[in-house]
């Protein structure tokens, strides 16, 4: 049998699935009709009985005097879908495609996004995941990620956090340990010189403090699949005075970085791994010392963005201190 008399049979099969309000028929009698010979036509009724199962577009029942199995159609959109399926089959064109293009996102969702290879995958794991929270996972890694931190003038203390465009959202530098890196701390200084504009590790005064491992099962944003990540934790410490970020990098609050469901610059945050970490480290993050000094003062539109009633109340004061001067003058040419 050629591939597209396959393919034409498998399409007839689907166009027959009795509609909801009719009577169910066995998926070896609609293989059968389909044009499958009696020798595959109970094989083929077993995949196409797994399919349809899997669909959720049918109602399966098993006759108790033949064992087989008897599907229809949940719905007038179920059999719809069936045989919308049916012409995706005869056209040769993929229901889902981009398939090598990784990334997801949270929706609303065009289209072209859901249809698209690593999205749909992500929507289907994530209702995976959500009725079953102990799902199994579909892969497992390794991930070292770095902490940074730093008191601000005028700010207090930061923490470095990068955008990941395959993921699009903000994460603590770091990923995924490869085959040829001989540790966590190795992976890390190789993800600092790649993630950090002009950075290359100074063993003269750069150091990696070991802070601890956690588990986390959640999904990939990178593929959309459920993952086991075990993520190892290091804070970068520095005599350094100065550390570009890039235009991928936001120094943040631990409040921004901590709270579940905030957002930098409109984009999410994956740091599930850090406050499972943080969960277990004395004081929290409040009692680690800043790993670095940076020099630079902060620009006028960030101390707006984050200080604006601190900001407002200096620029009061001057305004003051400038008008009782005026005062004083005015007052003492007068006189």
Known sequence: ?????????????????????????????????????????SAAADVVTGFLRLSGAVVLTDDPATGRHLVKATSPAAALFLKSLAAYLRSGTPLIDNWARPGTAEPPYQPQQVLAGAQFLYVIEHRRLRLDP?????????????????????????YLMIYDRAARQYQLPGGHLRSDDRDPLAAAVRELEEELPG???????????????VEVVQQSRTYGA???YQMHFVQLTSTRRDLKAGPDGQWVTERAMLDEGRLIRGSGVNTTGLRRLVAGLPGGLGRLAPGLMLGRRP??????????????????????????VVQMVVEWGVG
Do not use: N
């Not at 102990?134 to 203390?157: D, H, W």
């Not at 290359?200 to 802070?211: G, I, K, M, P, W």
């Not at 620009?299 to 009782?324: F, N, Q, Y």
């Open 1 to 41: 049998m050629s591939s597209d008399e396959l393919t034409e049979r498998l399409a007839r099969v689907l166009e027959s699935v009795p509609e909801h309000d009719e009577g169910a028929v066995a998926t070896g009698q609609l293989c059968a009709v389909a044009g499958f010979d009696s020798a595959s036509a």
């Open 226 to 228: 459920v993952t086991r």
């Open 299 to 324: 620009s006028t539109a960030v101390l707006i963005r984050e200080k604006p009633w601190e900001l407002l109340g200096v620029v009061l004061s001057v305004a003051g201190i400038v008008v009782a």
């Open 199 to 213: 950075f290359t590790f100074d063993a003269r005064r750069d150091r990696l403090v070991e802070l601890g491992e």
């Open 134 to 158: 102990s799902a199994s996972p579909l892969r497992s890694g390794r991930v070292v990620q770095v902490l940074i931190k730093t008191r601000l003038r005028l700010l207090g203390p930061r």
